[in-house]
DNA sequence: TTTAGCACTCGACACTTTAAAGTGCTAAAG
DNA sequence: CTTTAGCACTTTAAAGTGTCGAGTGCTAAA
């Protein structure tokens, strides 16, 4: 079932050509753009063979040719060549991603450079088995209290909590111990509810402060939860995207929290993971691929960031790109933390 | 130069049947739906007057009538029925904003309830003439520090800052009343300037620290300056936005920073402020309606929210739930602090 | 002042035609 | 056995054509 040099060059050429025109790909172009020494009929009768394989397909009969996912599939795998970063892009990525700011503000910086280098949207999902490591509650004025979360990886989250009455410091300081005693290894996802435990069991000896800190905490967790797309306007210049219905279909799509949770979630842990088409089990991304990176720091796992684009996305530059960014994430390349130029 | 009843009941009829269908209105179509008590050449004529007028337009001869700018101009001023929102929408309103978070969190609710009720892309701007109240710094553990920035007008703004070496409590008093000492009054969008002379004039007496704390506050503020636009996948429903082209053109609008600024920001404070299609200044704005609703809270202006649209949106709706919101920011509707139904 | 009647205009839509692109097959050539 | 030239065939996209209907403006009468 392994492909002999010519088929594989000519499933290679179709892939890559088709990438960048959008357009089937004909016997005759290939022969004159990618200089195979073989006459089109040659190309022609191999082309039908990797029909009948699966690697390419036929739109209609007087069409030229498209790859198939099992063709993009062995196109990724076996044929693709990896392709370095231009100076401008490792220049772009440099200067941008400063490593300043927490986590959350770092994943943002990456998802913008991301997203504007790759011209897709971007999606962050955070790990969410981090667990509360410690919580601290800080006094800023009269009737405003700060509270910071810091998590077991290192990420902290903070809020503002009003308070209606002025707050005592040792009532404070109570305060700070019992969410402490109670919260302390909760994993974030499972906060919602332990606050709902700490608001009954300690409601009434603190007359509402503790609800409205807890009210805070809770309020500031539901925006954690939303994604952050950057970019999406960006994937309207393919042109896959000239029918307005497919641009409904994806917008509703990418701003549907379940179907793109779903999705990530359930991929597995890999350094880089790549779902093409109908690898995806969500129907509804199997005209798109999506490629995920996990984001580490310390060997700790923070998150994943992924980017979704049409089949037809380029996937030497995309995986260059993300790779880029997980060895300066991971350490490999120094974080810039001025903005000097390459 | 005034309408007579007649004719003042076509144009409206034309504005609101356009509004629902976004087809061009003919004078049969109007006769029937509108039980208007006079034959269709009756209103021909009339018609005719109203677009001779300005008040209507026609794509082209054998098409119905659409309104004109100054149409909507005079539906909205003279003829546009105050209109009570749904028990459906004043429940939704008052379940969704619950008043918890700092106002940069209210903000954002009230854009995505606005954005839900009128299924159109909102976009907040916040106060820029606000200046800096007061700066604290809070040492969270040992190379994290907390500052905290509190503005005149109330607003609270916070930000991490990553040390590498471990710092004193004295140092960080010093460096609070520093910090104050050169930033308190300044108006935030001057922040930027005046956190690097603060650098200049005290980078050296400790060592790096202060860097990492100006860095951080500076990236934080970026980060406040990018608007916030929710729902813009909504207005793709309406059918002005069948056209790849249009979609394309809407989007890149949107995401450009400078044309939402400069024409939000060069809107007069008004109570509500309404710029229909031509009557706005930027070109690519000119077949959308603006209408934007100062939030204020104890009469401090706090920013402006507004609602971005196609000139046939349905305007008594969207007038009628801005100014229920603003209402409930200046208080004369009780803010829910929990979710008790209506 | 209003209306019935009518000729006229123009877009929408369905249908036909044509050109171009690309294929698969066959038979001959290497 | 592999490769290639030649050709018939298929199908789409684009351009052109004809018809239908909605809606108008004008005129003359009520």
Partial sequence: MSLDERKKKILSSVV???????????????????????????????MKYLEEEGYLEQPHVSAGRIPSTKGYRYYVDNLMKERKLSMLDID?????????????????????V????????????????????????VKISENLLLIVLM????????????VT?????????????????????TP????????????????????????????????????EMKKLNSGVE??????????IETVKNFMNMITTKEIIDSTLEKSKHNKLSIVIGSENKEVLLNDYTVISLDIEKDNKYLGKLSVI??????????????????????????????????
Same sequence: chains 1, 2.
Avoid: W
């Fill in 188 to 223: 974030l996802k499972e906060l919602h509810l332990a606050l709902n435990t700490v608001i009954k069991k300690d409601l009434e000896a603190f007359s509402g402060i503790m609800e409205e800190i807890v009210n805070s905490i809770k309020y500031e967790m539901s925006k």
């Fill in 234 to 243: 960006k994937i309207l210049e393919n042109p896959e995207f000239s029918d």
């Fill in 114 to 137: 991301v997203s504007k280098i790759l011209s897709t949207p971007t999606v962050i999902t955070k790990n969410n088995t981090d667990t509360i490591d410690s919580i601290k509650v």
């Fill in 16 to 46: 890559e050509d088709y990438i960048e025109s959008a357009e089937p790909v004909g016997s005759k172009t290939l022969v004159e753009k990618y200089h195979l020494d073989y006459s089109s009929a040659t190309i022609r009768n191999d």
């Fill in 151 to 162: 998590s077991k990886n290192g990420t902290v989250k903070d809020c503002i909590a009003k």
């Fill in 309 to 342: 684009g049409p089949k037809r996305m380029n996937y030497a530059k995309t995986i260059s790109t993300l790779k880029y960014i997980s060895d300066k994430f991971n350490g490999n390349i120094k974080l810039n933390r001025k903005n000097k130029g390459g």
């Fill in 165 to 185: 009455n002025t707050v005592e410091d040792k009532v404070i300081e109570k305060m700070t111990s019992i969410l402490n005693e109670n919260l302390s290894g």
């Fill in 92 to 112: 772009y990525i440099n200067n941008t991603i400063n490593g300043f700011g927490d986590v959350d503000s770092i994943f943002e910086q990456v998802a913008d």
